[in-house]
């Protein structure tokens, strides 16, 4: 059986979980390969989808093509649309790519096809038409399924009370979101052997309620943690490696950029102001600077080394994640399996992979007064909380040899069926 996993890029969430699953595979002796449309890390062991010329020719064109859209005469209504869309809301693709993957080596010997997240590298309309194998598509994100949005956020920033605003949708975006449904819709309409994988419950629930995959077989296998890494370490080594007082208790966040609306920082801002606890340093990953009025707040930056990654995570005393809407957040996944414990509003698919009491806390609901009340209660009862249990909990769960077991089944009931 040879597997042919298929990602945009090896850097991102998204490819992450794809390159966990790919070394869990292999490591059961299943034959894999990675096929990339960009590649930025040459340790790793993918593939690139090289060019042909007149792809070449293309990129030049739209490089053009691109300098002349800076004046309106020449831009396209996509453009348009994409310039007055809200800067705060997540990533926007279309379904079109100039990327043929079943022209790949890769692809020809491949028995079985793993999509991924494969925005702007998948060209809808062209791919489906010519394929002939059997396809697996993970989900990251809704936007395999969507109008376009990766995902389709229904709050936009916070109000004075603390609770998220409602997102307004304008009449051009609804034009659009069912335009690019109706390209993906017709893509589908003849495919067959085409079978859908979500990490968490609510985006299978969501799937199930689309328009394009609701007549598709879905499976529910939740992503996985290299454990070699990700493994509790010494939490006062840990504080020390980052400079974190030994006396102070860290609440750590980390997000690929901070200021993401989806992400929800503000509200964790907002929640730790009102705690006002000087006993509290709240640390911060990811990119994008922060002006705060909490003057115990730590700016790491940007951590792209795993091993520093599971070291910060060892160091917080919890690990609190705002998002306003997640699919199985590999932040939460990497946190437990260190045996720190998870803070997060009961949205997507936080749930899953948190139990009351236990390994952390969900909020009655999304705002910064529930946020407070689990932070406070958290501190309060910290010590029962046993971080040994937490990760061999998660270890059980969420290791990469129970993720490519799930896989391994779910390939070979598809070809061998």
């Known amino acids: 059986m040879k597997v042919l996993i298929v990602n945009t890029y090896d850097n991102g969430g998204a490819a992450k979980a794809s390159l966990r699953l790919a070394n869990g595979l292999r490591e059961r002796g299943t034959d894999v390969n990675f096929l990339l449309k960009r ?53 926007f ?75 307004i949708i304008s009449s051009k975006e609804v034009y659009v979101f069912r335009k690019i449904k109706k390209i993906k819709k017709e893509a589908l309409l003849n495919v067959k052997n085409l079978h859908i994988v979500s990490p968490s419950i609510w985006l299978a629930n969501k799937a ?44 750590l966040f980390v997000a690929d950029s901070v200021t993401a609306n989806r992400k929800g920082f503000v509200f964790l801002e907002k929640a730790i102001e009102s705690i006002n606890n000087k006993d509290v340093v709240l640390c911060v990953i990811g990119k994008n600077k922060l002006k705060s009025n909490f003057s115990n707040i730590i700016q790491l930056g940007v951590l792209k080394d795993d091993n520093l990654m599971s070291l910060a995570y060892s160091a917080a005393d919890v690990f609190v994640i705002p998002s306003l809407m997640d699919n199985l957040p590999n932040t939460v996944l990497e946190s437990i399996m260190c045996g720190t414990p998870v803070i997060g509003f009961p949205v997507g698919g936080i749930p899953d992979m948190i139990t009351n009491g236990f390994n952390g806390l969900i909020t009655n609901e999304i705002s910064v007064e529930s946020l407070v009340e689990s932070i406070n209660q958290f501190l309060e009862g910290i010590d029962k909380y046993k971080r040994k249990d937490i990760y061999k909990e998660a270890f059980n769960k969420y290791n990469l040899s129970v993720q490519a077991k799930a896989y391994e089944d779910l390939y070979k009931s598809i070809l061998y069926k």
């Open 39 to 91: 590649k930025n890390d040459l340790t790793l062991d993918t593939h690139v989808l090289e060019p042909k010329k007149y792809i070449i020719f293309k990129k030049y064109l739209f490089k053009i093509i691109r300098k002349l859209k800076k004046y309106d005469f020449f831009k396209s209504d996509y453009d348009k649309f994409l310039k007055e869309r809200s800067k705060n809301l997540e990533l």
């Open 93 to 167: 693709s279309f379904p079109n790519s100039s990327f043929d993957i079943t022209s790949s080596p890769l692809y020809k010997e491949a028995d079985i096809i793993n999509l991924h997240w494969v925005s702007d590298f998948l060209d809808f309309s062209t791919f489906f038409e010519k394929n002939s194998k059997p396809v697996v598509w993970t989900l990251h994100d809704m936007n395999p399924f969507s109008g376009g949005e990766h995902y389709e956020e229904i709050y936009l920033d916070i109000n004075e009370n603390g609770f998220p605003k409602k997102r």
């Open 208 to 251: 199930k309620e689309s328009d394009l995959f609701k007549d598709r077989p879905i499976h529910c296998i939740p992503n996985s943690i290299d454990t070699s890494i990700y493994k509790p370490k010494d939490i006062r080594e840990a504080k020390k490696h980052f400079k974190i007082p030994q006396d102070k208790k860290m609440i």
